[in-house]
């Protein structure tokens, strides 16, 4: 699945998710879907495990859902 925000686009699926920013820099974050955590009211992503810490903020809670649905794993409400 891709999923435009206004900082760049995330590809996501069961396994695996890319964010890639948008920018000079060309910065990407990649994380196994088991890394990461889904946060309801800011819409932010999180990743934690060996080794990364990342967040980022989405633009909206349907950019969340539509995240949610395509990695299978629930939003945690703030």
């Known amino acids: 699945m891709l999923i435009k925000f206004n900082q760049g686009r995330i590809i996501a699926n069961n396994r695996d998710l890319m964010i890639k920013l948008e920018g000079d820099a060309k910065v990407t974050l990649q994380a196994q879907v088991d890394e990461i955590s889904l946060l309801g009211g800011a819409n932010v992503i999180t990743a934690l495990g060996s080794g990364l810490s990342w967040s980022v903020r989405l633009d909206n809670r349907e950019q969340l859902?539509?995240?949610?649905?395509?990695?299978?794993?629930?939003?945690?409400?703030?």
């Open 65 to 78: 859902d539509s995240l949610a649905a395509a990695v299978g794993i629930a939003i945690q409400e703030s």
